[in-house]
């Protein structure tokens, strides 16, 4: 009786570590099932003629045995055949010769060895049940938003757990180099790889990729996570500083308006959790000459010379604009690279050193909007930008018509003539 009861409490402890670790029923019930075939194939020789019947719920299993019935005195095979009289004895008394006769086993015939073999077999099988889901679930979450407390500070990674008490791995090269953390600490990061090596899942999480600020936009701002607003290209150096192109599809909503926030109160969260790095927002257009304009923002740009098919682009600037295209320690020309796919060179715009330029805006009472606009898109910006450009190249590349470019060129030659 002590064997049996062994038995029923090992299958209400596995039932009890399914719950704990997620593992679903119909798995778990195929386990067991296996498990105590394969105990019952090294007993009877094969389990071909046994019923196993796990209930995991109320923590009990049950087996039964399927044996023809012989005459007496005929039986073969033990394991195949009972007798007429052991059937009828066996609680069967309306049985005949030819028919079936189920017989339940006890647990007690198992031996104390094989159940312990079902035990460790059990184990190890639900361990990899445990390990599979685990890897299957993050593996399905890469590049998502998670959460962990802080566990373990090593010196060349953290240890942290979820809510689940699984394990995550932050490594020191994933993580924002002004971080600091303490044991107990909630750290937000994304899911940057999951390795099953040797059946043994490993969640790599990472807080400098560019998922991880992506997924923060998602969070703080609506539209994009509805879909409204979508987010074009990143361009990030962790900790220092951090470029994002949105686009809108819907007129009425200013992308970079809503990514910013009333005062600034969406994107300020996200600065605080990039531990002060600075973001620049800015809207997503298919014009590379336009893009990189804005991508090298505040900077104000005179002409771009681009170089589509190795993706190099040539970017003329008053004197007094480089240093901020080139922004501290280089980072600004370095992201706006980034962020649009060319390689950057910026120059000094030599021909207007020491002398007055003028920017398309200020013609806005003699040419139209909607022209000036056309130019700047092209990476044309200001009056001796214009006037340097051939006039064929010019109706060619912004798309105009020749008597406007004759009327648009006397005008700007005229101010200078001035």
């Not at 386990?31 to 020789?45: H, T």
């Not at 953290?158 to 008490?165: A, C, T």
């Not at 994933?174 to 043994?200: F, M, S």
């Not at 370095?334 to 398309?360: F, H, P």
Request: with cysteine; proline share 3%; hydrophobic share 40%.
């Amino acid at each position: 009786m002590a064997k049996r009861e062994e038995a029923v409490n090992m299958t209400e402890q596995f039932a009890e570590f399914k719950d704990l670790k997620d593992i679903d029923k119909t798995t778990l019930i195929s386990v067991l099932e296996e498990s105590f075939r394969s105990v019952l194939s090294k007993m009877f020789g094969n389990d071909d003629n046994f019923d196993v019947i796990v209930n995991p719920d109320k923590g009990d299993c049950e087996i039964y045995q399927n044996l023809e019935v012989v005459n007496d005195g005929e039986v073969e095979n033990p394991n195949k055949q009972i007798s007429l009289s052991d059937a009828q004895a066996d609680d069967d008394p309306d049985c005949e010769v030819g028919e079936e006769h189920t017989r339940k086993i006890d647990f007690a015939k198992f031996g104390r060895r094989a159940i312990l073999n079902l035990r460790q077999t059990l184990a190890s099988k639900i361990l990899d049940l445990q390990k599979d889901a685990i890897y299957n679930k993050f593996k399905a979450l890469e590049g998502q938003l998670v959460a962990g407390e802080v566990y373990q500070v090593w010196k060349r990674e953290v240890l942290l757990l979820d809510d689940e008490k699984n394990e995550l791995i932050l490594p020191k090269e994933e993580q924002i180099p002004t971080d600091i953390y303490r044991k107990g600490d909630v750290v937000r990061a994304v899911i940057e790889n999951v390795d099953n090596t040797n059946n043994n899942p490993k969640v790599i999480v990472s807080r400098t990729s560019q998922n991880f600020l992506r997924r923060l936009f998602e969070q703080e701002v609506p539209e994009i996570h509805d879909g409204l607003i979508v987010i074009r290209a990143v361009a990030r150096i962790p900790g220092e500083r951090a470029k994002i192109a949105v686009e809108s599809y819907d007129d009425r909503i200013d992308p970079v308006g809503a990514c910013v926030g009333v005062k600034g109160a969406r994107i300020h969260g996200i600065v605080r959790e990039l531990r002060n790095e600075n973001i620049d927002v800015i809207n997503y257009t298919s014009n590379p000459q336009l893009l990189i304009q804005r991508a090298l923002s505040p900077a104000k740009i005179s002409s771009i010379r681009l170089d589509d098919v190795n993706k190099h682009a040539e970017v003329f600037l008053r004197p007094e604009e480089v240093s901020l295209a080139i922004g501290k320690g280089g980072l600004n020309i370095k992201l706006a690279s980034i962020l649009t796919g060319y390689s950057i060179d910026v120059y000094r715009d030599v021909e207007t050193e020491g002398e007055e330029d003028i920017y398309l805006d200020e013609f806005k009472d003699e040419v139209d909007e909607w022209v000036i606009e056309a130019l700047k898109n092209v990476g044309l910006a200001t009056a001796k930008s214009v006037l340097r450009t051939p006039r064929e190249e010019l109706i060619d590349r912004a798309d105009l018509e020749e008597d406007t470019v004759d009327n648009l060129l006397a005008i700007l030659r005229t101010e200078f003539e001035d």
